[in-house]
Structures are given as C-alpha cells and as structure tokens.
C-alpha cells in the first residue's frame, strides 16, 4: 500500500512537470529593435587628441531603454557620485561616460569600469569637484547608440 501511494505521488509530481512546461530547455533571447536613421552629411574637422573624448551623436534615452542613474555631490568633500542601478534597459548598455566642468574650467572624463567590461548594478564613479558650480553630463551608450541621460549643474547650498 504505502509502494501504491509512493508511486501516485511521484506519477502526480512528474504530470505536474510536464504540464507545466519545465522540461524543456528554453532559447530565450532577447534582440533590440533595430532601426536605422541616416545621418546628416556635414563636414568633419579632426583633432588629434590624447584621452577620452565626447561622444559625437547625442540623443536622449528612449522610455524602453532607460537606466536608473543616481547623481549626488557630497556636502564635505564636494565629490561627485554616478551610481548606476541598472533598469529596463541594463542588458543593452555597453559603456557610462560622465563629463565633469569644474567651476574652475577644468574638463574631467571617466568611463564607468574604464570601457573594460559592461556596467553591473552598484557601479560607480566619483570625481573630485569644487565648492562652486559643477556641470556634469551623463552619456550611456545602449545598443550601438549613444545617449545624453544626464546634463545639469551641480550645486551645493548652505543654509
């Protein structure tokens, strides 16, 4: 008897399985909508430079790619903080370049992960600012394309 009801429970858990579809290796693969625009002719002067430079074409980040960016400036030391929480658009974003103008003048660029590898959530990026106002510009380049995600200054009041 107890055989009986041994063999019913593990007849029952494998129906279960199978009709549930958990049998089968699945080939999930998502794939971006690919849509090509043609880009303007215009005439390109070269420079020759040493560094990271600004991304040329700059667009703002469509609703289905988007990516949760924190940007803060810390009151002691008026650094500057890019964390990266990923989002809805995180499996197709390849680099995350923040673009700092210091109230001095001064330009600092700097890649997330240094271009080596893909952005994970928790990534993040800090760069020394001023006591003034900061301009920070955010670029994320998702699918082939690169985007604007963040442009705005940077400002600490004291109350």
């Excluded at 690919?34 to 430079?49: A, E, H, I, M, R």
């Excluded at 001064?106 to 997330?112: A, G, R, S, T």
């Excluded at 998702?142 to 200054?153: C, H, L």
Aim: proline content about 6%.
């Amino acid at each position: 008897m107890k055989n009986a009801l041994f063999l019913l429970a593990a007849l029952m858990l494998v129906f279960c399985a199978l009709s549930a579809g958990c049998t089968s290796p699945t080939q999930a693969e998502i794939k971006p909508e690919v849509t090509l625009t043609p880009l303007p002719t215009s005439d390109v002067t070269t420079s020759q430079t040493t560094g990271v430079t600004t991304p040329i074409t700059v667009d703002t980040l469509p609703p289905e790619q988007f990516v949760d960016l924190q940007l803060t400036k810390e009151r002691p030391d008026y650094t500057l903080h890019l964390l990266y929480n990923g989002g809805k658009g995180e499996i197709s974003v390849q680099k995350i370049m923040m673009k700092v103008t210091l109230s001095d003048g001064q330009v600092i660029e700097q890649y997330m992960n240094d271009g080596q590898r893909k952005p994970r959530r928790g990534d993040e990026l800090v760069i020394q600012g001023t006591r003034g106002s900061d301009r920070v510009e955010v670029f994320v380049s998702s699918a082939g394309k690169t985007y604007k995600a963040i442009d705005r200054p940077m400002i600490i009041t004291f109350v």
